[in-house]
């Protein structure tokens, strides 16, 4: 919270956002950016005030207070888009569950829920398929409980995931028979793991020498 206050402060006296960004560090997100936009839009100013426990280990501590303005609505509505934004955006594949299956228009490629089945870069995304065709096969997917394989280009939304322009590459067979082959494919993987850190070191002994 002292942190997007100052960051609004900030943007008071400079008109640029770079507070917001240099805060994140210490706690600005999307979501207090979003909390303290509701409370500052279309008001003649908000009051905020942190009191602290007095049973707590902190009750030393005084409590805090915070003002915004109606006028603040405009940065802090500013800094959330930037926030949302995703500056690592990239093409990935997952295999994972299908759910969430929406088709808003009639002849839109749709959109549904993937929980990812192995480790990646997200365990849930939502998909926005390029081709409508495809929509059908995720349909069926979710329908037998199979496994899917989308790519798509990973963006973040606020805390939502998403695969833009997504394509169905396959289905992976039963959902509980895929996630039982990944977890015995992991195990076999640590076991190797483990076994390669505990083999002895050798030592290079000098020519002549042996070892013992």
Request: aromatic fraction near 6%.
């Amino acid at each position: 919270m002292e942190a997007t206050a100052e960051a609004v402060e900030h943007y008071r006296n400079s008109g640029s956002l770079a507070g917001f960004e240099d805060g994140v560090s210490r706690g600005i997100s999307y979501e207090m950016t979003q909390a303290l936009l509701g409370i500052a839009a279309n008001s003649d100013g908000a009051d905020i005030t942190v009191e602290w426990d007095s049973s707590s280990p902190t009750e030393h501590l005084q409590p805090v207070h915070f003002e915004f303005r109606g006028s603040d609505a405009e940065p802090l509505s500013r800094a959330a888009v930037r926030l949302a934004e995703d500056k690592s955006s990239r093409m990935v594949t997952i295999i994972g569950r299908v759910h969430l299956l929406a088709k808003k228009d009639v002849g839109s490629p749709g959109v549904f829920g993937v929980e990812a089945l192995t480790s990646g870069p997200v365990k849930k995304v939502r998909v926005r398929l390029a081709d409508e065709e495809d929509y059908h096969e995720a349909i069926r997917a979710h329908e037998e409980d199979l496994a899917l394989q989308v790519t798509g280009r990973l963006e973040k939304e606020g805390n939502l995931s998403w695969l833009y322009n997504a394509t169905v590459i396959r289905t992976a067979g039963h959902v509980d028979d895929y996630a039982l082959r990944v977890r015995s494919v992991e195990a076999t993987q640590q076991l190797n793991l483990f076994a390669r850190e505990e083999q002895p070191e050798h030592r290079q002994l000098p020519s002549g020498q042996a070892d013992g």
